[in-house]
Structures are given as C-alpha cells and as structure tokens.
C-alpha cells in the first residue's frame, strides 16, 4: 500500500473529516523536463519539478515566507500559479495535485496562522486572486499530473 493512501486511511480514521481534492501547485524547474524530447529527470537539487517528481513534496524544502508559514500551497484556480512567479517563465511549471483536507482552518488575512494551527490539518484562506489551502504534512499531498509552460 502507497504512503499516501495509509496517511489517508489514518486520517479518515481518526477524524472525520476526510475529504480529498484536485488542486493546482506552481513551481518552476531548471532544466527542460516536460518540453517536446525532454523526458529524463535532471539530478539538479534546484530543481523542483524533478524533485517533487522524484520524492513527492517535502514539507522541509518548501519556502518559510508564505503568507501560512513553511507548508506546500495550492490552489483550486490554475490561474493563480500562471499569474505568480512561479509560471511567467519558459521555466514555469505547474503540478495538479491530490490533497487530503482533513480539518480545515479558514482563514481571512495572511499571518493570522504562521504553521499548522493545533487540531487542524490545514490552512484556507479565500483571496482575491484565488483560493489558498496549506498542507503542512508530506503526505497530505501527491503529484499527480504536470503542466509546463515556455
Ligand atoms: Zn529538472
């Protein structure tokens, strides 16, 4: 059995929240995997599209200055990613993503929660420019398809 349907299985047992989503995921590559002819993985640890194929998301890898602290963000509005830093680039990438909810913490400002708020399993926070949901547990989240951009 894969770690992400246990995590899911000990999650829905303990709580009942369960509840599974598609969202979409922006980052950026620095090689060319995903182009036309390019299938290979890179070895590049600055790669985030080879790595998160490679290893899935690493909570410990993600960047601390988001607006909900250390936690792999997504969205369910694609444009959101295409708009940011991540995509407007030949280098830009997007990745839809499997997320387990779990208990959802609603949010309405960025910095009202800097890490994972106690009895919860995630951050919401419903913005202008589209939705945000925080995971902040490596097995919450699963890439599932890539989008590259260029
Ligand atoms: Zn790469």
Same mark, same amino acid.
């Given at each position: 059995m894969n770690?992400? @349907?246990?995590?899911? @299985? #000990?999650?829905?047992?303990?709580?009942?929240? *369960?509840?599974?989503?598609?969202?979409?995921?922006? #980052? #950026?590559?620095? *090689?060319?995997?995903?182009?036309?002819?390019? #299938?290979?993985l890179c070895h590049s640890s600055l790669c985030s599209v080879c790595s998160i194929i490679k290893t899935s998301f690493k909570v410990s890898l993600a960047n601390p200055v988001g607006g909900f602290g250390k936690g792999i963000y997504t969205s369910s509005a694609s444009n959101k990613y295409v708009s940011a830093n991540y995509c407007d680039s030949s280098k830009g990438a997007m990745f839809v993503t499997k997320v387990v909810l779990g208990k959802?913490?609603?949010v309405s400002s960025f910095g009202e929660v800097n890490s994972c708020p106690r009895g919860s399993q995630l951050v919401f926070y419903n913005g202008r420019n589209g939705d945000e949901a925080v995971v902040y547990t490596n097995n919450a989240i699963r890439p599932v398809f890539l989008i590259v951009f260029g």
């Open positions: 770690q992400f @349907l246990c995590f899911e @299985l #000990t999650f829905c047992d303990r709580i009942t929240y *369960c509840n599974e989503h598609f969202r979409y995921h922006g #980052t #950026t590559r620095s *090689c060319q995997v995903g182009d036309n002819g390019h #299938t290979m959802v913490r609603n």
